[in-house]
């Protein structure tokens, strides 16, 4: 079992700012935030360090460091277009809670 899964529009979208930016792939990764105690971080991977775990799914690349392996493990990550705004989503069987606006989880 992979266990970052990528909605089509996610590996879409992964790939084609990869292929216009030269990175790796997409970085994914948690910082202490909120009143639930965390929230997602995205940035683009532009290198693989060696404590990085890299996970593949239809074509596109996710690179976590190790440490957040156990708690990303299962997430599916999907890109909305809401109106005008954009931005990748995660349903993560992991998370315990979230705070009432949406911007931090509980793990």
């Not at 971080?41 to 990085?52: F, Q, R, Y």
């Amino acid at each position: 079992m992979n266990d970052i899964q990528l909605t089509q529009a996610a590996a879409e979208r992964i790939i084609q700012y990869t292929q216009a930016n030269g990175g790796v792939g997409l970085r994914l990764g948690l910082k202490k935030a909120g009143c639930s105690g965390w929230a997602y971080t995205v940035d683009m991977a532009v290198e693989v360090g060696p404590d990085d775990v890299i996970f593949e799914d239809r074509g596109a690349k996710v690179v976590l460091n190790e440490s957040w392996v156990d708690a990303l493990r299962g997430t599916e990550v999907d890109f909305v277009k809401e109106g005008l705004n954009q931005t990748f989503k995660f349903s993560n069987p992991n998370v315990k809670g979230e705070c009432g606006c949406g911007e931090s989880i509980a793990l």
